[in-house]
């Protein structure tokens, strides 16, 4: 048999159950994985091995009943995974990527946490995240910074970049991240990954006060369609499904052929209007791949041009930093946020509440307006992100070659900072306005092939209860 690393999510899971290997073969091998990799990665804050291989002793006298009663295992029995660092897990600290918050076991499980859990998964900790998950980068000050796994020098996204760097360097097969403006897409275009977005609704998010636009949703990271379609279904309760959504199991809709679509392309921005950019070459080989591959499997693609309200940005951004402002931060430790935060939360606070909801209420107005746009056409066709992955610390202006640093040492340009994040992944944040389904697919590598060079990817946006048809896309082009 092939290393445990080098099986599809789907091959793993499918050993898991046979019993051709155990859980705690499993658990063992992603834990070596993550002690000989993880000090160059940077993908893990928290590493939970004794309570990994305790829970994945109990999965296996789980498969040894089920084989003796005859009875089900859950969809992903043994199947290790991690959660980025915003997400709780009962017993083990959540640190939301900050120095400036004290540091405890979680008390419960998130709703995410819970529901992979029933399905049967194993936590092996704690993924690398950026603090309150806030950018582009996964970059912080409590533990080093998570880097790219083609290329070391370069992150690796955020703010699910930890879990990113993870899967795509063979420290897990898949996991979930989460995504309030590109936090899963941003990641798996810069790792090589398909990163799937779900739609609004679809995934269990738990109760929050904290997202009164509701941006963030839950969505698999994974090497294939068909692993993140696996991920999927243990992700989506059936009783959940969008109406448009087929009964059959994602994985299994992910094997058939979809139908003949017509897809504008685009390179329109609702950040243009402030932040006006040029794609680099290497986003546009890769728009032209995508293109490419898509004709080349029957579809049609047309220019679209799209009109974006300019009142975006704003509304935006005070949307996504309404929670920072309220996050609940001693006084005397508010010099220890990143200079980002602490200039986002400074604003925030100064908002009124009439302020959010008029930015609320625009935003409300600009779904409704795009989504109608979108709708001459099956499927929205762009870049994944206008830049190649940015080398670590680009962002803060803090480009240490190694390690991590103080935040006295960063840079303290916040909008700056804002701007690079907002030039270098220009098309992600409008989809969690509209609340649409999309996925980032790795189609382009900087050195002309599969694996060599840097990844660059398309996005592909689909109106709500696209999720399958996504995949279907992705399985078909060949990812």
């Known amino acids: 048999m092939a290393e445990l690393h080098d099986l599809s999510a789907v091959q793993l899971r499918n050993a898991l159950r046979a019993g051709t290997v155990s859980a705690r073969e499993a658990a063992r091998h992603f834990l070596d994985r993550i002690g000989t990799e993880n000090a160059h990665l940077g993908a893990f804050i928290t590493v939970t091995a004794e309570q990994a291989l305790k829970d994945a002793a109990a999965a296996d006298q789980l498969h040894a009943r089920a084989a003796r009663d005859r009875t089900d295992l859950p969809l992903l029995h043994g199947m290790p995974v991690a959660f980025k660092d915003l997400t709780d897990v009962a017993g083990v600290v959540t640190t939301h990527g900050s120095a400036a918050l004290d540091h405890k076991p979680a008390l419960t499980d998130a709703a995410i946490t819970s529901v992979l859990k029933s399905a049967g998964i194993i936590s092996l900790g704690k993924t690398q995240v950026p603090e309150f998950g806030l950018t582009a980068y996964s970059e912080n000050r409590i533990a080093p910074p998570s880097r790219n796994p083609h290329a070391l020098s370069r992150s690796s996204g955020g703010s699910s970049g930890g879990s990113a760097a993870a899967v795509a360097a063979g420290l897990l097969p898949f996991a979930p991240g989460s995504d309030g403006g590109g936090s899963v897409r941003i990641p798996a275009a810069a790792c090589g990954l398909v990163g799937l977005k779900p739609g609004r609704g679809l995934v269990p998010a738990g109760e929050s006060s904290g997202d009164p636009a509701r941006l963030v949703v839950t969505g698999p990271l994974a090497r294939t369609a068909a692993d993140a379609a ?85 509304a935006f951004t005070t949307a996504w930093t309404a929670a920072v402002g309220s996050a609940r931060i001693s006084p005397q430790r508010e010099a220890l946020l990143t200079p980002l935060t ?69 840079a303290g340009d916040a909008d700056g900072d804002y701007r690079k994040q907002c030039e270098f992944a220009p098309w992600s944040s409008m989809v969690n306005v509209c609340g649409l389904p999309a996925i980032s697919i790795p189609v382009h590598w900087t050195g002309g092939q599969r694996g060599a060079g840097l990844p660059m990817g398309i996005q592909l946006i689909g109106p709500m209860g696209s999720e399958a048809l996504l995949l279907q896309l992705a399985a078909q082009l060949g990812f």
């Open 230 to 314: 696996l991920m999927l279904d243990a992700l989506v309760a059936a009783e959940s499904r969008h109406p448009a959504a087929p009964a059959p199991s994602y994985l299994a809709l992910t094997g058939r052929e979809p139908r003949k679509l017509s897809i504008g392309v685009s390179l329109d921005s609702p950040w243009q209007s402030i932040f006006p950019f040029t794609p680099d070459q290497e986003a546009l080989d890769a728009l032209a791949a995508g293109v490419k591959l898509l004709e080349a499997a029957g579809h049609e693609t047309a220019e679209a041009a799209v009109r974006y309200d300019n009142r975006y940005p704003g």
């Open 342 to 410: 602490r200039t986002f939360r400074r604003r925030a606070q100064q908002r009124s509440a009439a302020k959010l909801n008029e930015s609320l209420g625009f935003l409300r107005v600009f779904q409704r307006d795009t989504i109608a746009q979108y709708s001459a056409w099956d499927l929205m066709l762009m870049p994944a992100l206008a830049q190649t992955p940015r080398p670590v610390g680009w962002f803060t202006g803090s480009a240490h070659g190694d390690g991590y640093w103080p935040v006295s040492e960063w």
